[in-house]
């Protein structure tokens, strides 16, 4: 069990450094220190980072991510937080054959196309807008909607929150 994620790492006020890194904005200017983005890939047991991809601080996660999922392998198991699901990123790990447990955000447009015995559901995400007025390009996922008890504010956008998997199956 593996999951993506992102963060930044402040690097010595060096010239070079700044150069290289840039520093990112702040309401007072600039930041003290130049900083590094980075994306890994995260072996959820032993916290071991790998597939690891960095550049300066205005790379976007996303940006990163493209690069950072070659390293998933069939028999993986991916988890990934809201931030990094979009159509491209979700086919692009698709393909690597590993599984895929994303977190989507709540309000997403999933239509219960069918009922699976758990609770969970099948759905489509689309390309496009015009893709899903058309119902074309579309690829099949399965949707899980659930609820943390005794989680007032967890910043997933309320009681509900939802996340795609790629095993359609029903077990």
């Known amino acids: 069990m593996v999951s993506i994620d992102g963060s ?3 690097v010595a006020d060096d010239p070079a ?28 047991g032993t916290h071991v980072l790998f597939g690891t991809q960095m550049a300066g601080c205005r790379t976007s996660e996303i940006a990163l991510a493209k690069s950072v999922l ?24 698709r393909r690597t054959g590993a599984d895929l447990l994303w977190r989507v955000k709540a309000g997403s447009r999933l239509v219960r196309d069918e009922e699976l015995p758990d609770g969970s559901y099948l ?3 689309y390309p ?16 899980i909607d659930y609820c943390l008890d005794g ?4 910043g997933i956008g309320g009681p509900l929150s939802r996340a795609l998997g790629n095993r359609i199956g029903a077990g």
């Open 70 to 93: 070659p390293s998933l392998q069939p028999g993986m198991l991916c988890l990934a937080d809201r931030n990094f699901f979009g159509f491209g990123l979700w086919n692009d790990a």
């Open 17 to 44: 450094n700044d150069e290289a890194f840039g520093r990112p904005g702040s309401s007072r200017g600039s930041s003290a220190f130049p900083q590094i983005r980075f994306v890994s890939l995260v072996e959820n």
């Open 8 to 10: 930044t790492l402040d």
């Open 128 to 143: 496009s807008e015009k893709d899903r007025r058309h119902k074309t390009n579309g690829v099949k996922v399965r949707v």
């Open 123 to 125: 759905s489509h995400i």
């Open 151 to 154: 989680v007032t504010d967890a």
